[in-house]
């Protein structure tokens, strides 16, 4: 599996941003797709991610309300919708899929062996 993340950029405080991340090698729709971020000087955290069906979503405590994470099966895409920017939501922003035989969403990094490369976003102040 090859994750290809993009659409990251630099956006004022209050502005949004959509990321996107193509996976090719098999089809996803088997997969829970989640996006985690770092930020300079900081661990990988989880940001949000969706099952299989899109039926379940979960969110950090700290983008709830702001953004929102979608897939598109037939495009073997998911996709983090960001408003209301901040510039504490400055990063790194990773997508990662793994192949689970439930409807549980991981949270933890070291669930995920499928990685895109990153893609940088800036909030200014």
């Known amino acids: 599996v090859q994750l290809q993340a993009s659409g990251g950029g630099l956006v004022q405080a209050g502005g949004s941003l959509r990321l996107s991340c193509a996976g090719s090698g098999r089809p996803l729709d088997m997969d829970v797709m989640s996006w985690f971020r770092q930020a300079p000087g900081k661990e990988r955290e989880f940001v949000a991610g969706?099952?299989?069906?899109?039926?379940?979503?979960v969110y950090a405590d700290s983008v709830k309300g702001r953004f929102t994470i979608s897939r598109d099966n037939a495009k073997n895409t998911v996709y983090l919708q960001m408003n209301s920017l901040k510039p504490e939501d400055t990063a790194v922003y990773y997508c990662?899929?793994?192949?689970?035989?439930?409807?549980?969403?991981?949270?933890?990094?070291?669930?995920?062996?499928?990685w895109g490369q990153g893609t940088l976003v800036t909030v200014s102040s």
């Open positions: 969706v099952s299989r069906s899109a039926g379940r979503t």
């Open positions: 990662a899929s793994v192949f689970v035989g439930s409807f549980g969403i991981p949270t933890t990094q070291t669930m995920y062996p499928y």
